[in-house]
Each structure stands twice: as structure tokens, then as C-alpha cells.
């Protein structure tokens, strides 16, 4: 354990003093011995699968500092860490069943999503766009009619493009991936025109394509949208214990470096760079964290 991971321990252990006994998901995890950890497989950077077809990200390792605070918390430093692929549709239900611990993934933190899970403090703030072919001319919503375009099923990104004033009276044809880089393929074979995503997710699948000079992200913000761990509804210990760890990296600055790990660094499995510098909210958001949905950040 090193001396950032040891201070950070320190921290939520002082945060969360121990109970006499353990209910909901510490029981569960002290009871099984493991704690699982929903990941995504083309979340890029935040969750994903590396040329090993390992779990690697920028959420991935805010998860694996939580997983170390509940070894202390627990005293439990041979717990299992188990891995269990999710996507957006299937997400929200794995965590609610107990299939899944903590989602790692790229989860939108909103007022419906509230009413069934609940979420850490937020990690990430993004801004949810399109990626387009640069030879398409495409740069706005209102160039879309009669065009099929790309979305992950189990998101919100079609509800946000009809939501929008230039989006209003466009018909486009909705075309569904079964995760992000299937959504993004139908974009790179043609059978979509432009992929509506949030823009890191967009950003990351362009610099791991075969030709990443050949997109563009272009177009209306559609939402800004707060990012974050996702954990079942009605656990107060168990969210006390993953907010004062998220906290804890925060105001260690340990989250600072993880950002620039995975936005501002070569990141696998190409080593590209995807210069993706820290927004001015999540700044804000770092100094002040809170677990606020979307709808707080987009309020007319």
C-alpha cells in the first residue's frame, strides 16, 4: 500500500467508524469474502478492456481506491475483487439485484436514475454531442433529417437530440449499437451518419479507430451531465463509505493525477493522447462535491 492509498484509508476509516455489525452491501461483501465491480468494455477512458482484455480506466482505478478503503474498513485485505461486465441497458437492474457492488462505468447521474440507485459524488462532467465524418459536411443537428444516426441502447442521447430546439421536427432514423463501439462501427461503416454520445466516450473511440484524423465532434451541447459511481439505493453505510473515499481523493489530489492519467497521458492499448483537458465544472465540482443529477446542471 503506498503512501497517497495509505492517507486515503486513513481518511474514510476516520469518516466511517465501524458498526457493531454490518448491513446491506458491507454484509454482503464481508459475508461472501468478494466485491464486485461493474465495468463497461468500449467506455473510453473510463471503463474498457486494454489489448489484454483487462478492465483499465479512469473510473476503473477511482473503483479499485474504494475496493481498498472497504479492505480497511473491514479488515478484510484478502477481499476478491470480481469483475462483471454491464451495459446501459442492463446497468441499472445489476446494480439494484445485487449483482453488482459499485458500476465503474459511465453512468449519467439524473433525477429518474435517483428514484432506483443512487450515486457517489461526481467524478466526471460531460458534454453530450456527435462524431460525424469530417468528408460529411455534418456540423449540426438541423442537417440530420432523413439521416440515420447512432446511439448506444439504454441511453438518452435520441431523447436529448428530439428534446433540443434544432433537433424539433428533424426525422432521423435511429439506429441502436449494443454498446458504445458497436454504435461507433455503424458510424465507421457508413450506416450512420453522425454517433449522439457523450463527448469523452466519442473522443476516446476516435483516437482508438483505425483512422481517428478522419472524425470530427461537432454540433449543439445537447446536456451536461454529471458522471459517477453508481451503488444501490437505501445503503447509508455503504454510501457513507464510498462517498468519504471519493472525497478523499479529491482532497488529496489523487483524483487530479488519475484525471491526468487517463485524459491527458498516452493511455492503452494505442498510447494515444486524448487532450482531453479538465473542465472548468468538474474543477468546481472537485473544491465542492456533491452528487447533484443532471437536471441541476442544466436548468434554464
Known amino acids: 500500500m503506498n503512501h497517497r492509498t495509505a492517507l486515503l484509508v486513513a481518511l474514510v476509516i476516520a469518516a466511517v467508524p465501524a458498526l457493531a455489525q454490518e448491513t446491506g452491501t458491507l454484509k454482503k ?3 461472501s469474502g468478494s466485491i464486485t465491480l461493474g465495468i463497461r468494455e468500449s467506455s473510453y477512458p473510463l471503463s474498457y478492456l486494454d489489448d489484454k482484455q483487462q478492465p483499465v480506466g479512469y473510473h476503473i482505478d477511482v473503483c479499485n481506491r474504494i475496493v481498498d478503503a472497504v479492505k ?3 479488515k478484510l485485505p484478502a477481499l476478491k475483487v470480481q469483475h462483471q461486465a454491464v451495459t446501459s441497458q442492463n446497468r441499472i437492474p445489476l446494480v439494484g439485484n445485487g449483482t453488482v457492488d459499485l458500476e465503474c462505468g459511465s453512468t449519467t447521474n439524473n433525477e429518474a436514475r435517483q428514484k432506483q440507485v443512487a450515486f457517489a459524488p461526481t467524478t466526471f462532467v460531460t458534454n453530450v454531442r456527435m462524431a460525424v465524418k469530417k468528408a460529411s459536411g455534418i456540423r449540426s443537428l438541423d442537417q440530420l433529417n432523413g439521416k440515420p444516426v447512432a446511439t448506444t441502447t439504454g441511453t438518452t442521447s435520441v431523447q436529448l437530440m428530439r428534446a433540443h430546439e434544432k433537433g ?28 449522439v454520445m457523450d463527448d469523452n466516450l466519442l473522443a476516446g473511440l476516435i483516437v482508438s479507430s483505425k483512422a481517428p484524423a478522419d472524425y470530427a465532434i461537432v454540433g449543439e451541447v445537447l446536456n451536461v451531465e454529471p458522471i459517477a459511481i453508481m451503488l444501490r439505493r437505501d445503503d447509508p453505510a455503504f454510501k457513507k463509505l ?23 497521458s498516452p493511455i492503452p492499448p494505442k498510447n494515444a493522447n486524448l487532450n482531453f483537458p479538465m473542465s472548468d465544472q468538474l474543477k468546481a465540482l472537485i473544491k465542492a462535491p456533491n452528487d447533484a443529477p443532471a437536471e441541476s446542471f442544466n436548468k434554464k
Do not use: C, N, P
Request: no cysteine.
Open 168 to 195: 424539433k421536427g428533424i426525422d432521423f432514423k435511429e439506429v441502436y449499437g449494443k454498446d458504445h463501439a458497436d454504435a461507433f462501427l455503424m458510424l465507421e461503416t457508413d450506416r450512420a451518419v453522425a454517433f
Open 29 to 31: 461483501i464481508r459475508d
Open 242 to 264: 464510498v462517498d468519504a473515499a471519493v472525497i478523499g481523493l479529491m482532497k488529496s489530489g489523487e483524483l487530479d493525477k488519475l484525471y491526468t492519467r487517463w485524459f491527458l
Open 72 to 74: 480497511a474498513q473491514l
